[in-house]
């Protein structure tokens, strides 16, 4: 008898003395054992049903570090910053940095570097002026030549950091093109800041400019008539009505140019994986031009008297007008953004959704949609799709850092854009794009499909 109650109580106390599950023993045994082995899916899924009973550092450390390896970093910087707060640790510390900066969210990763710099004794390499430059240049290739001709683009796009906070895009955009009835060359002026203020809210200001010249010619057939009253050369009979019907040919030369100003101001905030923002705008037109017409009439000429034709006899008439134009316009621009970063399995896959609404001085109005994303397979080759679609009104876009001209009827356009990075100083872009438009001058929709080339040197 002795010696079964000595064996029941020491099992008894053997088990009691294993760790209990969701204890915070358990969690280190267990969450231990798989960041040993490296074992970083299944140390998540642990993590994620653990964390319902338990608050642990170490716990959280790991599962950094696991969602990190997975290159999961909006995850990876949740749970240290859940660590930062329980203790300002180095390993910590530099979690929320790298999960930062791998994110591309540099801004806020210097910021925060800046401000606990004694913690993660990262040395901050990030120099202020110049860190890189875009040369890009592409052609246009029209599908319907008698419409619109191809059209040639070239820009040249710096990006640089004036402060800490601060990214700032400047570009500057060449384009011309050459059509069956006239021409036009345009050059614009980008410009967009993005500031970091704090707690993950940034503002986006931005400035457009373009200034465009051209030149179209038209050729136009229509209708002629023409009826008068006038009194014969011997009043006895009376008057004489003089009817005359024919056709009308206009030679129309009309050179002019076109002022385009867009100003918006963006506001963002992030919450780990998801950014929302609102990007209000404000476009202003003046546009300056001269209608030369060269004409010339041929008809007949039927002359009536009391009802009875009695003359019938050509006309000819040649002749040269112009008439100056001026238009200015304004267009209100409202709408947002939607971005998230998925946590896809060896590389993040981050998505943007814009969606705006337009209306104008006369109260016409449009709806334009844009949907980008961008997948990096292994920071070596980053591949880029594009697709907006918008209505008859001008709309000034900058697609994250690749800036296209909206501003004719645009039915499509979609692009996708392969990158090699990086390669030490320069990183190629190749970009496929196709789209159809409404702008042709002769009011027929146009299939462009474009090849670009765009080298980005790191300074």
């Not at 390499?125 to 240049?137: D, Q």
């Not at 100003?263 to 404000?282: C, L, N, Q, S, V």
């Amino acid at each position: 008898m002795r010696l079964l109650i000595i064996i029941i109580f020491s099992v008894f106390c053997g088990v009691s003395a294993l760790p209990q599950k969701n204890s915070i023993a358990y969690c280190d045994s267990v969450s231990n054992s798989l960041y040993d082995k490296n074992e970083w899916q299944k140390l998540i899924k642990f993590g994620s049903i653990a964390k319902h009973k338990i608050d642990y550092y170490d716990l959280d450390i790991r599962l950094q570090q696991a969602y990190f390896y997975r290159n999961i970093f909006s995850g990876a910087e949740k749970y240290s910053r859940k660590a930062f707060t329980i203790y300002e640790t180095k390993e910590a510390a530099q979690g929320i940095y790298y999960s930062l900066l791998y994110s591309g969210l540099d801004i806020e990763a210097k910021q925060f570097n800046n401000k606990y710099n004694s913690i993660t004794e990262i040395k901050n390499v990030t120099k202020k002026g110049a860190s890189c430059l875009l040369f890009n240049i592409g052609d246009r290739l029209s599908s319907n030549q008698n419409s619109a001709g191809d059209m040639f683009y070239a820009d040249i796009c710096r990006i640089s950091k004036p402060k800490d906070n601060t990214n700032l895009m400047q570009d500057l955009i060449y384009s011309q093109q050459y059509n069956p009835t006239g021409d036009f060359k345009q050059i614009e002026y980008f410009n967009s800041i993005q500031q970091f203020i704090k707690n993950g809210w940034y503002i986006k200001p931005s400035f457009h400019y373009a200034l465009t010249l051209y030149n179209n010619s038209s050729v136009d057939s229509i209708p002629y008539s023409d009826s008068v009253s006038k009194p014969l050369p011997f009043p006895a009979i009376g008057l004489s009505t003089v009817k005359t019907f024919g056709k009308q040919n206009d030679i129309n030369s009309i050179p002019g140019i076109l002022h385009s100003l867009n100003i918006a101001f963006g506001i963002e905030k992030r919450m780990g994986a998801i950014t929302i923002g609102i990007e209000p705008a404000f476009q202003i037109s003046y546009n300056a031009n001269q209608i030369n017409t060269k004409y010339s009439i041929k008809a007949k000429s039927d002359s009536f008297i009391n009802g009875n034709k009695i003359l019938t006899y050509p006309y000819f008439q040649n002749g040269v007008y112009s008439i100056s134009t001026t238009t200015v316009g304004n267009i209100v621009q409202l709408g947002g953004t939607l971005s998230y970063i998925f946590p896809i399995k060896g590389s993040p896959l981050y998505s943007k959704f814009s969606a705006f609404y337009l209306i104008d001085n006369n109260s016409n109005s449009a709806s334009a949609f844009n949907f980008y994303t961008l997948l990096k397979v292994k920071s070596k080759v980053w591949f880029h799709f594009s697709y907006t679609s918008k209505g008859n009104l001008p709309w000034a876009n900058n697609n994250d850092g690749q800036y296209f001209n909206t501003f004719v009827a645009l039915n499509y356009r979609y692009s996708l854009t392969l990158q090699f990075k990086p390669l030490k100083k320069f990183s190629p872009m190749l970009t496929f794009q196709n789209e159809k438009d409404g702008g042709g001058q002769s009011k027929n929709s146009v299939i462009y499909n474009s090849f670009y080339l765009t080298l980005k040197y790191n300074l």
